[in-house]
T-cell receptor, first 110, second 113 residues
Framework: GIQVEQSPPDLILQEGANSTLRCNFS?????LQWFHQNPWGQLINLFY???GTKQNGRLSATTVATERYSLLYISSSQTTDSGVYFC????????????FGTGTRLKVLA | NAGVTQTPKFQVLKTGQSMTLQCAQD?????MYWYRQDPGMGLRLIYY???????DKGEVPNGYNVSRLNKREFSLRLESAAPSQTSVYFC????????????FGEGSRLTVL
């Protein structure tokens, strides 16, 4: 099945800094999604992005499907951005099996 | 709309007891999923149902059974709970057809003593 890897595993930033989180996947995908898990454990949908680029406020994401990776950019980080960021992907051969990466734990310091 | 609703939110079991986690969605989605998340870890897929009447194993199906009761509901059963099944369980749904976003419930925290 598809393997999903994320880097870095941990990240500490000062408020106002920018960051890039990476998600690599082992197979061709037709589904890719980024989530933020807040400190209360809720999973918040950030982007559904099997290919291309999307932006939502200070966050943007790019998926280069042919090279099997996706990037999440956080600009001007705020303390409320703290939490764990997950990507999840489903391959073209296993469309319904949505597999998660191990996450990037982000802490933004005031 | 409530979205994806899980019950119960918290449960404590003794080893060997059985229980069922319930999940219901009101978005008319075809596909539904059960994941578990252990402390400090990512989510692992237990079972999924691509459409009403079908279920398939995910990454970690041992020790669990599922039932897709109808289009709205997907339950997860632990027949004989073990301490290794202590985890937070998340249900999710997706419109289906091979594409679309996952939407998650708020999770059910299960402790097995």
């Amino acid at each position: 099945g598809i393997q999903v890897e994320q880097s870095p595993p941990d990240l500490i930033l000062q408020e106002g800094a920018n960051s890039t989180l990476r998600c690599n996947f082992s197979d061709s995908v037709n589904n890719l999604q980024w989530f933020h898990q807040n400190p209360w454990g809720q999973l918040i949908n950030l982007f559904y992005i099997p290919s291309g680029t999307k932006q939502n406020g200070r966050l943007s994401a790019t998926t280069v499907a042919t090279e099997r990776y996706s990037l999440l950019y956080i600009s001007s980080s705020q303390t409320t951005d703290s939490g764990v960021y997950f990507c999840a992907a489903a391959s073209t051969s296993g469309t319904y099996k949505y597999i998660f990466g191990t996450g990037t734990r982000l802490k933004v310091l005031a | 709309n409530a979205g994806v609703t899980q019950t119960p939110k918290f449960q404590v079991l003794k080893t060997g007891q059985s229980m069922t986690l319930q999940c219901a969605q009101d978005m008319n989605h075809n596909s539904m999923y059960w994941y578990r998340q252990d402390p400090g870890m990512g989510l692992r897929l237990i079972y999924y149902s691509a459409s009403e009447g079908t279920t398939d194993k995910g990454e970690v199906p041992n020790g669990y059974n599922v039932s897709r009761l109808n289009k709205r509901e997907f339950s997860l059963r632990l027949e004989s709970a073990a301490p290794s099944q202590t985890s937070v369980y998340f249900c999710a749904s997706r419109a289906g057809g091979g594409a679309g976003e996952l939407f998650f419930g708020e999770g059910s925290r299960l402790t097995v003593l």
